[in-house]
């Protein structure tokens, strides 16, 4: 199976664009970390150490204390894929978190995005 370069490019390579797609938006850094911890289990100082080790989306998902429960309620369309119909693993994983960061910045309401 092909491995996507996705799997090894490090988060710390996306995470600005992420902060900037969200605070563009009138939201704040503070709400995209809570949509981190919602979806993974990492708290601040974990996730800060990772990016400052550049770790690859692949290890920032395998290493994950906990990805949430409720994750299967992220449904919906992200970089023309289906959510719930990608088939690997790992890039559903990414494209989970696409698909939080996209509503994030869209106006959603942040209790709306963490699914509970």
Known sequence: MKKEKIF???L???YP???KKVES???S???LEAVFFWLTGYDVVALQKLLDNKTSFEDFFEKAPQL???VSKITGVICGY???EIEDPLMQKIRYLDKLVDE???GKALEKILRK
């Open 8 to 10: 090894a490019m490090p």
């Open 68 to 70: 949430n429960p409720n």
């Open 104 to 106: 994030l910045a869209k």
């Open 12 to 14: 710390a390579s996306v």
């Open 82 to 84: 289906r959510v719930e």
């Open 29 to 31: 850094q503070q709400e």
């Open 17 to 19: 664009h992420y902060v």
């Open 25 to 27: 938006k009138g939201r």
